[in-house]
C-alpha cells in the first residue's frame, strides 16, 4: 500500500470523482452540500488542479493582478473551480488527510491560511468553500474543532467518498484500492514517537515480543478498550527497556495478545 497522501489527492480521488469526463462530479458535490449543475464539463466550467502550488502557479503577467508584495507560500491539495449552470463560479479547496494525523487546532489553522490566500486568488464574484478530506477516526475531534471555532468549512471522510462510488463502480480497482486503506487505516496510520495503535502492536506482535505497553490504569482499561473495540486504534505507549514490568499501568505485547483472544476479538 502506497501510504503517501499524494497517491489518494493525486490518483485516487481524481480516478473516482473525476473520471468520465466528469460524468459522476455530482456524487462529491452532494457530500459538501454545494448546489452546483453543470451540463457541459468543459475546461471552461470545470477546473480541476491536485497539488495546486499558489507560489508557482501565480507567474508572469497574472502578478500583476496582486499587490507586488503579496506572497504565495502554500500548496493545495485538491482544487475545484466551478462553472455553474445558474451563473455562479465556484472554487472548492481540499485538505487531504490519510495517514498522517495532525492535531485538529493544527489543521483548522493549515487551512486558515489557506484559506486567506485563495481569497486573494478569488475574483469577486467567486464563493470560496474550504473542505477537509480526512479518515473516519478523525471526523469527531476535526468536526468538533470547526464548530468551536465559528469556521464555516465542511468535513467530509474517505469513506464517504468510498460509498459514494462504490454504488457506482462496485469492480473498480481505484474504489477497492481505498477500500483497502480504509480498512487498514489503524495499522497504517502514523502515530507520535514512541507509540502504536493497538492492531499495529498485534499484526507485528512477533518482532515486537518483550516489549512493554503502556495504558492509564493498566490491563483493566485494556480490557474496557477491547469490549468497546477501541483497542484497534487506541495509540498505546511502548517501552523498548523492560523497566515497566510489575507496574500498574503497564503490561507485556504477550499479554496483549492474550486478552484479545481471551475475549474472541482474534483468532486463537
Known amino acids: 500500500m502506497n501510504r503517501d497522501e499524494h497517491f489518494f489527492t493525486g490518483t485516487i480521488f ?26 457541459s464539463p468543459s475546461p471552461e466550467n470545470i477546473k480541476f488542479y491536485a497539488e ?18 503579496a506572497k504565495f507560500t502554500l500548496s493545495i491539495d485538491i482544487l475545484f473551480l466551478l462553472r455553474c449552470d445558474d451563473g455562479y ?3 472548492v479547496a481540499i ?9 485538529a487546532s493544527s489543521l483548522r489553522k493549515q487551512m ?10 478569488c475574483k469577486d464574484d467567486t464563493q470560496l468553500q474550504m473542505v477537509a478530506l ?16 465559528n469556521t464555516d468549512f465542511q468535513v467530509i471522510t474517505w469513506k464517504m467518498i468510498y460509498e459514494a462510488y462504490e454504488k457506482l463502480f462496485p469492480d473498480d480497482y481505484f474504489v477497492k484500492e481505498l477500500k483497502f486503506a480504509i480498512d487498514r487505516y489503524c495499522e497504517l496510520v502514523s502515530c507520535p514517537s514512541g507509540k ?14 518483550g516489549l512493554m505497553i ?8 485494556l480490557q474496557n478498550d477491547i469490549v468497546s473495540g477501541d483497542w484497534k486504534c487506541r495509540e498505546y505507549e511502548i517501552n523498548h527497556s523492560g523497566e515497566k514490568i510489575g507496574e500498574l499501568n503497564w503490561f507485556s505485547v504477550e499479554q496483549f495478545v492474550e486478552k484479545l483472544r481471551e475475549h474472541g476479538s482474534i483468532d486463537k
Not at 480516478?15 to 453543470?38: A, G, P, S, W, Y
Not at 486558515?112 to 486568488?121: G, I, N
Not at 502504536?196 to 515480543?209: D, F, M, V
Open 134 to 149: 480526512i479518515p473516519e477516526q478523525q471526523y469527531v475531534n476535526v468536526q468538533q474543532e470547526f464548530d468551536d471555532r
Open 196 to 209: 502504536l495503535t493497538g492492531l499495529c502492536i498485534y499484526r507485528h506482535a512477533q518482532e515486537l515480543k
Open 14 to 39: 481524481p480516478m473516482l470523482v473525476c473520471r468520465n469526463n466528469f460524468q459522476h462530479i455530482d456524487e462529491f458535490l452532494t457530500l459538501i452540500n454545494m448546489d452546483c449543475k453543470i451540463a
Open 89 to 91: 463560479v465556484k472554487m
Open 112 to 121: 486558515e491560511k489557506q484559506q486567506e490566500q485563495l481569497t486573494m486568488v
Open 95 to 103: 485538505e487531504a488527510k490519510m495517514f498522517d494525523k495532525p492535531s
Open 214 to 221: 503502556g495504558r492509564h490504569k493498566g490491563l483493566g482499561e
Open 52 to 69: 495546486y502550488n499558489l507560489n508557482t502557479s501565480v507567474f508572469g503577467s497574472a502578478r500583476s493582478y496582486f499587490e507586488e508584495d
